[in-house]
C-alpha cells in the first residue's frame, strides 16, 4: 500500500513538472529584450522590447500594435488597410509616444533631432487567422532628422 502511495505522488509530481514545463518556449511568456541598434540601420522589435541608440541617449520601445486592418495576403484588396504601431522614444529623461502607420504620410515621428520611421510589420495577415500580439514584429529605422 505504501508503495503505491508513492508511485501515485511520483507521478503528480511528474504531471505538475510537465505542465510547469509547458509554455517555456512561448514567444508570448518571453521578457522584453534591449539591442543595441545604429542610427540609419533598420532594427526590429517585438512589443516590449527597447532599442538603445546614439549610445543610450535615445531608446526606442514599441509599445502596442492594434488596429490591423491590413488587406489579408491571401486576398485582392482595393484598399491596402492600416494598422497603428506605438513606439515611446525617451530621449534623456523625456518620453513621448507617437502612433506610426504604414502610409507615407504617417510612417514616421521626429523628435529632438531623430527620426523614427516605421519600415514594416510582420506577420501578414490572413482571412481566418489572428495574430497573437506576442508574434508582431516590427521594422523600425531611426535617423538623424
Known amino acids: 500500500m505504501r508503495a503505491l502511495r508513492f508511485a501515485r505522488w511520483g507521478l503528480a509530481a511528474t ?21 543595441t541598434a545604429t542610427s540609419g540601420t533598420p532594427f526590429t ?18 509599445t502596442n ?4 486592418s491590413r488587406c489579408p495576403e491571401d486576398v485582392t484588396c482595393a ?8 513606439v515611446t522614444a525617451r530621449i534623456d529623461s523625456a518620453e513621448t509616444s507617437y502612433s506610426l502607420h504604414p502610409n507615407p504620410q504617417a510612417s514616421s515621428a521626429t523628435t529632438n533631432g531623430y527620426r523614427i520611421q516605421l519600415q514594416s510589420v510582420r506577420p501578414g495577415r490572413h ?6 500580439s506576442a ?11
Open 15 to 35: 504531471a505538475l513538472f510537465a505542465v510547469a514545463g509547458c509554455g517555456a518556449d512561448d514567444p508570448s511568456t518571453a521578457p522584453p529584450t534591449t539591442v
Open 45 to 62: 522589435l517585438a512589443i516590449g522590447d527597447t532599442a538603445q541608440l546614439d549610445t543610450g541617449r535615445l531608446a526606442v520601445t514599441l
Open 65 to 68: 500594435v492594434s488596429g490591423d
Open 79 to 86: 484598399w491596402a488597410g492600416d494598422i497603428t504601431v506605438t
Open 127 to 132: 482571412t481566418n487567422r489572428q495574430i497573437p
Open 135 to 145: 508574434d508582431y514584429r516590427v521594422d523600425l529605422l531611426v535617423s538623424p532628422a
